[in-house]
């Protein structure tokens, strides 16, 4: 059993017509026939019925379909992961930043990525934190700049920069000879 026989075996699953599951595959109808044939033969059992032009599977042929599935997406799960060893070479990303952000933090970014990846297109889109979260859920953008709270757990978070926030009073003030304020006493402070 290899992956070119359970893709020509799926894509008779799919198209339940050899002459057009020969065409998804690109491949002579002949030769799909003869493929899924050897195939049967190896497994030992009948994969499909034919009756005209009509293709139904049988009950073999169902319970290996789930299989086959899941093998191939384990198959293009693993190319995935090995194109990301290797570095992309082409293709969109597409990233999302806070507006104020992005145009502060990410000009040069973006500048180094064209630099570093001359034939990856990059598509930056501004948009507040809850729009950003709701992009990168729903696969409309690749990566996002967002607070590191509330993070949904199917999203993975690496940690990019912290931001201090520094209290400026006069030097007469009660805080000046403070070395550090925290964020809770600044905001409840009677001024």
Known sequence: MDVKQLTHFLAVVDHQNFTR????????????????RKFEQQLGIQLFTRLDKQVRLTQEGRALEPHARKILQQVEDAKLAVDEMKGLLKGEVRLGTPSMMGSYFFPEIVMAFKTAYPHLKMTVVEAGTQDIRRMLLSGEIDLGVIRNKEVPDDLEVDQIFRSEMVAVVSQHHAFAQRDSLGFDEFLTKNW
């Open 21 to 36: 599951a020969a065409q998804a595959v690109m491949i002579a109808q002949p030769a799909l026939s003869i493929s899924i």
